[in-house]
Nanobody, 125 residues
Framework: VQLQASGGGLVQDGGSLRLSCAAS????????VGWFRQAPGKEREFVAT????????FYADSVKGRFTISRDNAKNTAYLQMNSLEPEDTAVYYC???????????????????WGQGTLVTVSS
């Protein structure tokens, strides 16, 4: 499956953005999806994940209550709604997909089979 992340940009502290991850090439509903991010000078870290059917989600503690992951399998797209953004959220955001049909979610990078190219989110103070 090919993944295309989009929706990044420049936003002020406290603002919102919605990232999209558009998939093509395979049956999207058979893939779990994860969002990861990499800030300048730091390692890539887990942000959120959603099961293939969309019934299970899991978040990093740093974004819990501010970010919401969702998906629309009819549109082959996953989303990351980001509210109450902070300068610490500045990073390149990546979406990833794992071939798995079920209710499990996955936090580890090595669990994922496919990666998008990343979209830059910059939060100004």
């Amino acid at each position: 499956v090919q993944l295309q992340a989009s929706g990044g940009g420049l936003v002020q502290d406290g603002g919102s953005l919605r990232l999209s991850c558009a998939a093509s090439g395979r049956t999207f509903s058979r893939y779990a999806v994860g969002w990861f991010r990499q800030a300048p000078g730091k390692e890539r870290e887990f942000v959120a994940t959603i099961s293939s059917g969309g019934f299970s989600t899991f978040y990093a503690d740093s974004v819990k209550g501010r970010f919401t992951i969702s998906r629309d399998n009819a549109k082959n797209t996953a989303y990351l709604q980001m509210n109450s953004l902070e300068p610490e959220d500045t990073a390149v955001y990546y979406c990833a997909a794992k071939a798995y049909s079920g209710s499990s979610t996955f936090m580890r990078e090595y669990s994922y089979d496919y990666w998008g190219q990343g979209t830059l989110v910059t939060v100004s103070s």
